[in-house]
């Protein structure tokens, strides 16, 4: 467990004391030592059912459950002395049933700031595979070899339409439509491979990283204006992924 400093301990102390909270945990970069300077604290406050939020709201802005969307619910930026801290709220009903559907190789994947690729249910089982818990008790998480099976096939569907998209992006001459895309679709070939390896990812900072696709970015780093090069180019980051790109759709490719 990494040290857990003064103001951190208390923080915690009050969130578990609140009417509703399950446990407390802390996740993000400290736990796996690699904050950087400046560097926030994240705090998962885990809660049945519903959970009084008086005290939180007293140290500053609270955006109650739902605010945030399904997946991210809620929570507070909050500033503790000189330390910046996030306490995000997390419904264990709402967090119980994705990891259940995760167990079953089932996933959806939501829309949320910040993401390229969207981020899929099995987020909130990542979570409790990866923090540390700091109050209370918190359920184990082992990767479910259902969805190493089930979810790379389906994030390389995604993969192949995104570039299908980039591909007409560039041919119509729209080169942030087109390296859009094709971030996109590097994201998702990201997903794929760190399921097959049965590593649990939280967000997209070092996926690229973790998934050993960082050689690609020179590619991103040559990146043309001209059309036809342009096309050329989304070729070649399909070629890389091991998805030549053609004419065809995915959904063409699927059905076939």
């Not at 945990?25 to 796996?32: F, W, Y």
């Not at 009084?52 to 007293?58: C, E, P, R, S, W």
């Not at 439509?177 to 679709?185: E, T």
């Not at 590097?186 to 939280?202: D, K």
Request: include cysteine; aromatic fraction near 8%; charge should be negative.
């Amino acid at each position: 467990m990494p040290d857990v400093p003064p103001f951190l301990s208390e923080l915690a102390d009050e969130l578990a004391a609140m009417p509703g909270a399950v446990a407390v945990a802390l996740g993000g970069s400290r736990v796996h030592e690699r904050a950087a300077r400046g560097s926030d604290w994240d705090l998962g406050l885990y809660y049945r059912g519903a959970v009084d939020l008086t005290a939180l709201a007293a140290r500053g802005t609270v955006y109650p459950p739902g605010a945030w969307g399904r997946l991210m619910n809620g929570g507070a930026w909050l500033r503790v002395g000189d330390e910046r801290v996030d306490v995000l709220l997390r419904d264990l009903e709402v967090v119980e049933h994705w990891t259940r559907c995760a167990e079953r190789g089932e996933f959806e994947v939501d829309a949320l700031l910040g993401y390229v690729a969207d981020v899929p249910t099995y987020l909130l089982a990542a979570e409790l595979a990866s923090c540390v818990t700091l109050r209370g008790d918190l359920p184990s998480v082992e990767f479910p070899d259902r969805l190493a099976l089930e979810a790379p096939p389906r994030w390389r569907f995604c993969r192949s339409f995104s570039l299908a998209y980039a591909r007409v992006h560039a041919q119509r001459g729209n080169r942030i439509g087109a390296v859009g895309q094709a971030a996109k679709a590097m994201f998702e070939e990201a997903h794929a491979i760190l399921c097959e390896r049965r590593v649990w990812v939280c967000n997209e900072k070092r996926m690229i990283e973790a998934a050993d696709l960082t050689a690609l970015e020179t590619l991103f780093a040559a990146c043309p204006a001209d059309t036809t090069a342009l096309v050329d180019w989304i070729d070649a980051l399909g070629a890389r992924l091991e998805d030549a790109v053609s004419a065809a759709s995915p959904w063409d490719r699927a059905r076939g």
